[in-house]
């Protein structure tokens, strides 16, 4: 069994404010909470950036990159406007 925990900060240059982007980055970890993954929100003041920290148990690394896989084209396809860069840690 392997946890992976994945870091992923979004750039949302259409915000104006806090209110918005927490409805951007709510929407979002509801898409992927459908992924079975655990999912905070740890966004500093800028309402510009966004960043968010998923978790899940993957029997392997084949299953790690497939799950990722997954949750990078849900966030290309249902957020296509929006920029943003993962990291992946696995431990």
């Known amino acids: 069994m ?3 925990v ?5 750039e949302l240059p259409d915000v104006c404010g806090l ?3 927490r409805k951007y980055l709510n ?3 509801e898409r ?3 992924c079975n993954v655990s999912v905070l929100d740890i966004s500093k003041e800028y309402p510009k950036e ?12 084949a299953d790690t990159q497939k799950r990722m896989q ?3 084209e849900i966030l290309e396809k ?4 929006l920029s943003f860069e993962i990291d992946l840690e696995i431990l």
């Open 27 to 29: 929407s979002i970890k």
């Open 70 to 72: 997954h949750i990078e």
């Open 32 to 34: 992927l909470k459908n």
């Open 78 to 81: 249902r957020y296509p406007e």
């Open 2 to 4: 392997l946890v992976a």
């Open 6 to 10: 994945v870091h992923i900060t979004f």
């Open 19 to 21: 209110k918005e982007r």
């Open 50 to 61: 966004g960043e968010i920290v998923l978790s899940f148990l993957s029997l392997d690394a």
